[in-house]
Nanobody
Framework: QVQLVESGGGLVQPGGSLRLSCAVS????????IGWFRQAPGKEREGVAC???SESSSTKGRFTISRDNAKNTAYLQMNSLKPEDTAVYYC?????????????WGQGTQVTVSS
């Protein structure tokens, strides 16, 4: 059974950091693209970062996505957080491995940036 379970969310002050984890089971993460998305209240879901199955990490501004294939776990390191980063964060996996169309999704973890 395919499962993606996010963890690591919570309340953080502006300027702080968080690392989200996405533990997967039921498939081999190394063969899949993995992405992080977020959805804020009243807004559409948006992509945050993605790495193809051939990539181990990628940094985009304040966010770094990475994977540990041995642990079947992906991560999202978020630095210099802002209130506008407040959202539910989801990880997703894609069979094709190319960050195009995702097949499996986690349930999400809440990130709240507030003083």
């Amino acid at each position: 059974q395919v499962q993606l379970v996010e963890s690591g969310g919570g309340l953080v002050q502006p300027g702080g950091s968080l690392r989200l984890s996405c533990a997967v089971s039921g498939f081999t993460l190394a063969h899949y693209a993995i992405g992080w998305f977020r959805q804020a209240p009243g807004k559409e879901r948006e992509g945050v970062a993605c790495i193809r199955n051939s990539e181990s990490s990628s940094t985009k501004g304040r966010f770094t996505i990475s994977r540990d294939n041995a642990k079947n776990t992906a991560y999202l390191q978020m630095n210099s957080l802002k209130p506008e980063d407040t959202a539910v964060y989801y990880c997703a996996a894609e069979v094709l491995g190319s960050c195009v169309e995702f097949d499996y999704w986690g349930q999400g973890t809440q990130v709240t940036v507030s003083s």
